[in-house]
């Protein structure tokens, strides 16, 4: 089955005692059992759910898995990766990263004694140098958030097993209709489903996919023990949502492009950051481990002030600036401020993250009016 079709069809059937071509929206707590312990496959509801079933089928037949877990949120769904490890485990991760994974592992994991290396993982040897023998998991985000570098999914997957090391690639800005890591040799896949994969800032949700059975034990473990479970309304939603993940991601990948053509030439742009940019430093690993480039985008002006960067922000009409990426609207933002407020000043400038930086989601708007808009703000 190729892409398009998965994404319509992938672990799907139509419900079985009504026919109902869209998974029902299954909101109970609890399943009757005809004797105890003998049921249907669901017992409770924070272990399971028909329609959580469903979305989790269709993410594992995206991303060409096993098996997927779904949670609350894309924090939820690390928080539960994470578990996997124990006091004294060391994990490499990239130090541009989202900023809530930074706030998870820094002062969530960190004081619980799991150490974190956070190194350029653009460059092979500086990953090489930070391994140990205590490292246990390799973090990877890639395309990276907001710098948009590019991480080799493969060379860093090869090397974490020849260390015996687990790979996770956190998969929220590419999609799974731009990239597929587990084919690039990684052990999981993570996303935050509140993006690309629910599509229409509507719903808060993360999940896992994988064929890794340790993984997958452990994160069905932690859906019991821990709960961090997603209603079936969110999973609904979220399913809906991938129905059109193919044209929606498409459409917007197409007004990227445009738009980075017109940031690169702009007089009052300074630099952007687009992997699709034939000057993008790692454009040729994104050629060859994305189907396309994505529909991020960050650029700072040549004004390189805070004041002109916000004024800018304010200045557009479609673009709303608000957090968050991956809806069909078009979406502007302030990384230093927003989404990676919580990453200190000197950290952030270390990893090159300036305070005057802009980061753009690109929606499915029509592209001349997103051109227009942001030509108007300058
Ligand atoms: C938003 C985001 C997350 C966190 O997901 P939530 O659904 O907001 O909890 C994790 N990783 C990346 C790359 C994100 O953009």
Redesign the pocket.
């Known amino acids: 089955m190729k892409f398009n079709t998965k994404a319509i069809h992938a672990g799907q059937h139509p419900e079985e005692t009504s026919g109902a071509v869209m998974p029902p929206i299954f909101q109970t707590s609890t399943y009757q059992q005809k004797a105890p312990n003998q049921h249907q496959g669901y017992d409770y509801a924070r272990v399971g759910n028909p329609t959580r079933t469903a979305l989790e089928k269709m993410v594992a037949g995206l991303e060409g898995a096993d098996e997927a877990a779904s949670f609350a949120?894309?924090?939820a769904a690390m928080d539960a990766l994470m578990k996997m490890l124990r006091p004294g485990d060391h994990v490499v991760t990239t130090n541009d990263l989202?900023g809530?994974?930074y706030r998870l592992f820094t002062q969530v994991f960190e004081p619980y004694g799991i150490e974190f290396s956070f190194v350029d993982m653009t460059d092979l040897s500086l990953v090489k140098e930070a391994i140990r023998p205590e490292t246990r998991m390799m973090w990877i985000?890639t395309p990276t958030?907001p710098l948009l570098r590019i991480v080799d999914i493969r060379e860093l997957t090869d090397l974490a097993r020849e260390n015996d090391v687990l790979t996770v690639v956190?998969n929220?800005?590419a999609s799974p209709y731009l990239q597929r890591p587990l084919e690039h040799g990684a052990d999981a896949v993570l996303h935050?489903a509140?993006?690309y994969l629910g599509g229409h800032s509507d719903v808060?949700?993360?999940v896992v996919a994988s064929s890794n059975k340790e993984i997958m034990e452990n994160l069905r473990f932690q859906v019991k023990s821990t709960g961090a479970v997603p209603g079936p309304m969110d999973c609904y939603l979220v399913l809906r949502g991938i129905k059109t993940l193919a044209v929606r991601v498409q459409r917007s990948v197409d007004n990227a492009k445009k738009i980075a053509e017109l940031l690169k030439d702009h007089p009052k742009v300074g630099s952007v950051n687009y992997p699709g940019l034939a000057s993008h430093p790692q454009h040729e690993i994104a050629k060859k481990q994305m189907d396309d480039f994505g529909a991020m985008v960050s650029f700072s002006l040549k004004d390189d002030s805070i004041e002109a960067a916000v004024k800018f922000m304010q200045n557009t009409k479609y673009f709303t600036l608000a957090e968050s990426?991956g809806g069909v609207e078009s979406l502007i933002s302030h990384p230093a401020s927003m989404t990676h407020g919580s990453i200190p000043k000197e950290v952030r400038e270390k990893a090159g993250l300036k305070d005057s930086l802009i980061r753009i989601s690109v929606g499915i708007e029509d592209a001349d009016d997103l051109i227009e808009d942001l030509t108007q703000a300058f």
């Open positions: 949120s894309g924090v989202y809530g994974s985000e958030n956190d929220t800005f935050s509140t993006k808060i949700h993360g990426l």
